[in-house]
């Protein structure tokens, strides 16, 4: 059984910065590619950046692409969402998922993830 467990979430104020991580057992990291999403009430689940295993293939949604950066230790079974410039549109819960690398589902497909952490709630407001 695949288990995630994030940390890192708080309350920031606006053009404030964070440092999400999630950590896979290492029987299941080095093979799969990680993602993070996001949840804010009332809203749906929102991809939010992704990793292959070799970090070779980064996405990331247009509402954080320049702001956001994801990175992955392997040698810590560790993937990392650091969050720049910060505003409060991105006041969510923050979800890590994994999925095989094999997976050919688009990188924002949800329903293709397998294992997810129960989430970190990160808030933005001065």
């Known amino acids: 059984q695949e288990y995630l467990e994030e940390s890192g979430g708080g309350l920031v104020q606006p053009e404030g910065s964070l440092r999400l991580s999630c950590t896979l057992s290492k029987l299941f990291f080095d093979d799969n590619s990680m993602a993070w999403f996001r949840q804010a009430p009332g809203k749906e689940r929102e991809a939010v950046s992704y990793v292959d295993p070799s970090s070779r293939i980064v996405y990331y949604s247009d509402s954080v692409k320049g702001r956001f950066t994801i990175s992955r230790d392997n040698a810590k079974n560790t993937v990392y969402l650091q969050m720049n410039s910060l505003q409060p549109e991105d006041t969510a819960v923050y979800y890590c998922?994994?999925?095989?690398?094999?997976?050919?589902?688009?990188?924002?497909?949800?329903?293709?993830?397998?294992?997810w952490g129960r989430g970190t709630q990160v808030t933005v407001s001065s």
């Open positions: 998922a994994a999925r095989t690398k094999y997976h050919l589902a688009s990188w924002n497909d949800d329903t293709s993830y397998r294992a």
